[in-house]
């Protein structure tokens, strides 16, 4: 009589989550990446094809990473009632707090993967998708801001302020990566006052936020 398969044997379904899930779990017990492909499947017991209907490498399971991280972070704030009639300010602000939290709670995965090169630009180079994200939602953030303005000379270019805000990022997750303070509260003040300085330029009023910005970093430094 043939052998049924039980629910303690059967195979568990391949997903994208299960292989980030088992990706992550590797290079946090083993401090590097999986040696190879196959290898990394024949551990975890998924078939080679089976991982590649989902990423065509390594890398591919890392940059997906930043964006799960982003989409989780953008389904949290929507869970918000309130979100979606707060000011724009007050949105960056609650989007800057609550990836950094999702960071937070993958911190040591965050830091492996961004010190893993000895290349600051290779480890950089697996948050292009993450940037084109982060400035889609900074546009939107300025497109809205600029249909209150009633004269075109009034209104911020988007390319340059969406660009600013990813800028704005990769300086808070620096500070972040080196913040030793209570449940990173350092972190906290600077994406506030980032923020504020920010939005102060888009409003035309930026040199009280940039005093109180400058002298808060040089706080920091010295």
Partial sequence: ???????????????????????????????????????????????????????????????QIWVNLFEHTLKVLSKDKQYPDYANREKMLSFFYTFFEMLTANRSYVLFTLKEDRSSLKNLAQLRPLRLKVREYASSLIEESNEKKSYAISKNPVSIFSEGAWMQLLFLLKYWMDDNSPKFERTDVAIEKSVNVIFDVFDSTPLESLLDFGKFLFKERF
């Fill in 1 to 63: 009589m043939a052998k049924t398969r039980t629910a303690s044997t059967a195979k568990v379904k391949v997903t994208q989550d299960l292989i980030i899930n088992k990706y992550m779990d590797h290079v946090l017990e083993h401090g590097e990446r999986p040696a190879t492909v196959y290898a990394f499947c024949k551990k975890n017991e998924i078939e080679e094809g089976e991982f590649y209907q989902y990423f065509g490498s390594f890398e591919g399971i890392r940059e």
